[in-house]
């Protein structure tokens, strides 16, 4: 497992859809998720440092894990299959040791808001991860756009209407 960072929150514009960018400590292996808008602005506020007058379903899963007395240790990145992404949080309490399937997505926001660790399996980084040192070898600016054009996008995240006109 290697540990990540999210490094940025972005909206794909040639897929109109949102993803959420791992790196590595060193930032040079990156790993693009695309996400649902929703996901994509739970991120992009707790990194900002936006707060809301109510708690919002991530903070709500923080409060719960708190007032359980458990606590996040980790959030793992384990698998990729026909372009969707998994992930497992492990929580752990007074004897108490969880493992719950997970959205990258929600497991990314939980983890920001709780400072937790994100680890991704090496097979997962080695089928879609994308090198900064390749970008940077590259003198175009579309270098980027066209490696994550060949990583498949899950259908659920697709815009249908947008299809269809």
Do not use: C
Not at 69 to 91: K, N, P, Q
Not at 124 to 147: G, M, P
């Amino acid at each position: 497992m290697i540990k990540m960072q999210v490094y940025k929150v972005a909206v794909d514009p040639q897929k109109n859809i949102p993803f959420v960018l791992l790196a590595d400590e060193a930032i040079e292996r990156l790993l693009p998720i695309w996400i649902g808008a929703f996901e994509a602005n739970a991120i992009a506020s707790e990194l900002q440092g936006v707060a809301f007058p109510r708690p919002l379903t991530h903070d709500l899963l923080k409060s719960l894990i708190e007032q359980l007395d458990l606590r996040l240790d980790s959030v793992w990145i384990t698998r990729l299959d026909e372009g969707v992404f998994y992930a497992l949080l492990h929580i752990h309490g007074p004897g108490t040791v969880l493992e719950l399937d997970a959205r990258p997505s929600d497991a990314i926001a939980l983890a920001l808001r709780t400072q937790t660790p994100i680890l991704v399996a090496e097979e997962v980084l080695a089928e879609a991860q994308v090198l900064r040192s390749d970008l940077e070898a590259q003198k175009e600016a579309r270098v980027f756009q066209d490696l994550l054009d060949d990583l498949p996008v899950p259908a659920d995240l697709l815009d249908t209407d947008d299809a269809e006109e």
